[in-house]
């Protein structure tokens, strides 16, 4: 399971159920949002560290127009996804920008999902890194979405499973060795979201990169599906795990799609240890990319 991988990401001081190697927390990149004329919008200039109540909307230092989404201390839009999102002032919210998967792609490939697992909630979360699905040409583009939910449907079984299922391993995810413990319980870092995110120490990775308390707050990996969504594009985006390069830098430097095995569960699947996994991985990869009509390209395996 990704707990064992997500562990070696980001610690080196413990070896117990996972590998560690310690990387520093990601930093979410802006969200990028139509700007809005003067003439058409007059909302408040944002101020750092001031209240605001969802449905606010202000002014950013971009000339660019956010709303709330959530009630928040005043945390800067460009960075804290979770508590806003880009407004335009035609009154909605700014396009994606078309995400390559279409939603009925999306059900094609997931008809048994939980329903937790939403494509709007899949949407909502590419903000938080602009680069994930909209880099290099249409194939490229493709090829990542199609090994992202590759590899998540591999780790939910299909988008089924929201937290991991062995609740004997819930305790262990604590490492009290952290200056900041475990705030939210012993038993509280399980497995979470389509990447199974777990143990204190991701969690505040996570939480940091994404502006958003989930040391704290944990739960909101399994009861928000946007932010479920988020925590996984940030691993894809940012994290090396056992591999060498981050999932995303793989694909768009057609590195091919076994590199992405390999920085997600290598040191538990590659190099031979489990082929059974890695070609249902394959499989999947390829059946997605049939959906969405690209190409594999090379290096499949791992």
């Given at each position: 399971?990704l ?6 990401v980001?610690?080196?001081a ?5 590998l ?12 990028s949002?139509?700007a ?8 408040t200039?944002?101020?750092a560290?001031k209240?605001y109540v969802?449905g606010?909307?202000v002014k ?23 508590y806003?999102?880009?407004y ?22 997931f008809?048994?999902?939980n ?15 602009p680069?994930?699905t909209?880099t ?6 493709k090829?990542?979405a199609a090994?992202?939910l590759a ?14 299922q062995?609740?004997n391993?819930?305790p262990?995810?604590?490492?009290w ?5 475990c705030?939210?319980g012993?038993a ?19 939480g ?5 308390d ?5 739960n909101?990996?399994?009861?928000d599906?946007?932010?479920?969504w ?5 691993y ?15 694909i ?6 076994g590199?992405t ?9 590659c ?8 070609q249902?991985r394959?499989?999947?990869y ?17």
């Amino acid at each position: 399971m990704l707990k064992q991988r997500v562990a070696a990401v980001l610690s080196a001081a413990s070896c117990v159920a996972a590998l560690s190697a310690a990387a520093p927390p990601a930093v979410a990149a802006p969200v990028s949002g139509t700007a809005a004329s003067a003439a058409s919008c007059n909302f408040t200039i944002w101020t750092a560290g001031k209240p605001y109540v969802t449905g606010n909307i202000v002014k950013y230092t971009n000339g660019q127009y956010y709303r709330a989404t959530h009630d928040n201390p005043g945390y800067d839009p460009v960075i804290s996804t979770w508590y806003w999102e880009p407004y335009n002032c035609d009154g909605g919210t700014n396009p994606s920008g078309g995400f390559v998967v279409s939603e009925a792609q999306f059900n094609q490939m997931f008809p048994n999902r939980n329903r937790f697992y939403t494509y709007n909630g899949l949407k909502a979360a590419l903000s938080a890194y602009p680069g994930f699905t909209k880099t290099g040409n249409d194939t490229i583009k493709k090829r990542e979405a199609a090994a992202f939910l590759a590899n998540v449907g591999h780790e939910t079984g299909g988008l089924v499973h929201i937290v991991e299922q062995d609740t004997n391993n819930y305790p262990h995810y604590c490492d009290w060795n952290r200056p900041y413990g475990c705030p939210a319980g012993q038993a509280a870092y399980y497995g979470r979201g389509p990447i199974q995110l777990s143990w204190n120490y991701n969690y505040k990775a996570a939480g940091d990169a994404l502006g958003i308390d989930l040391l704290h707050n944990p739960n909101l990996v399994q009861n928000d599906a946007a932010v479920a969504w988020k925590t996984g594009i940030w691993y894809w985006m940012t994290q090396r795990g056992p591999g060498s390069m981050t999932p995303h830098d793989a694909i768009v430097n057609d590195r091919g799609f076994g590199e992405t095995i390999r920085s997600i569960n290598g040191s538990m699947e590659c190099n031979g240890n489990n082929p059974g996994q890695v070609q249902s991985r394959i499989n999947s990869y390829k059946r997605f990319t049939q959906i969405l009509g690209t190409s594999t390209g090379g290096n499949l395996s791992c």
